[in-house]
Nanobody, 123 residues
Framework: EVQLVESGGGLVQAGGSLRLSCAAS????????IGWFRQAPGKEREGVSC????????YYADSVKGRFTISSDNAKNTVYLQMNSLKPEDTAVYYC????????????????WGKGTLVTVSS
């Protein structure tokens, strides 16, 4: 059974930091790109950042470049998203996803989804 289990969400003040974790199981980790999407109320789901498990190539949405850092621990089948300098507009449910392309600007190549973790940034 494929599982992507997110953790690390919560409430933080603007300017603060959070680290999200995604533990993957049930598929060959190195064959996939793993990453994060987010969906705010009333908005479409958007790609935030993804990483290729095989060669480490990364994608970042323009809105998070310089603030968020994605990393992968292939020995633990876990991907992390370090989020710094958080803004109220980062408030959303963050979903872990696995797919065939590290350039995850949209959901087209996503095969598996986690259930999501809520990140709330207060002003």
């Amino acid at each position: 059974e494929v599982q992507l289990v997110e953790s690390g969400g919560g409430l933080v003040q603007a300017g603060g930091s959070l680290r999200l974790s995604c533990a993957a199981s049930g598929f060959t980790f190195n064959d996939y790109a793993i990453g994060w999407f987010r969906q705010a109320p009333g908005k479409e789901r958007e790609g935030v950042s993804c990483i290729s498990s095989s060669d480490g190539r990364t994608y970042y949405a323009d809105s998070v470049k310089g603030r968020f850092t994605i990393s992968s621990d292939n020995a633990k089948n876990t991907v992390y998203l370090q989020m710094n300098s958080l803004k109220p507009e980062d408030t959303a449910v963050y979903y872990c996803a696995a797919g065939g392309n590290y350039y995850c600007s949209n959901t087209v190549f996503i095969d598996y989804w986690g259930k999501g973790t809520l990140v709330t940034v207060s002003s």
